[in-house]
């Protein structure tokens, strides 16, 4: 039996070692930390939820994501939050029209009485 004697050489652990590529860019070797996974969309403020979309409407966010050199899911939050802040703030105005409406039904009445 032949006993390999080649020399490892340890490379450090480090930020520069794996951007560098030193301790490899295989997919093969990447894992995701789902605990890191759940402290990130913590700290995003993001939640998972499940939602069944026909898959033209995928396929057209991908084009647009590749377009706009994102992915398609992000690309889809940014879509969907501008969406619920525009809605959001046509109700407001439509609110303060009304609130306004009221206080010059009020005043006008107020007048007439006195």
Not at 69 to 84: H, N, S, T, V, W
Request: glycine share 6%; hydrophobic share 35%; net charge negative.
């Amino acid at each position: 039996m032949k006993i390999n004697t080649k020399k490892i050489q340890l490379i450090e652990s480090s930020d520069d070692a794996w951007e560098s590529g030193k301790l490899g860019c295989d997919e093969k070797y990447a894992a995701v930390d789902d605990q890191a996974t759940e402290e990130m969309d913590e700290d995003l403020g993001l939640q998972m939820i499940s939602i069944r979309l026909s898959k033209e409407l995928i396929n057209s966010f991908k084009l647009l994501g590749h377009k706009y050199g994102m992915g398609y899911q992000p690309l889809m939050r940014e879509a969907l939050k501008r969406f619920a802040d525009g809605e959001l703030k046509i109700i407001a105005k439509e609110v303060l029209e009304e609130q306004s409406q009221n206080q010059k039904t009020l005043k006008e009445k107020s007048k007439k009485a006195a």
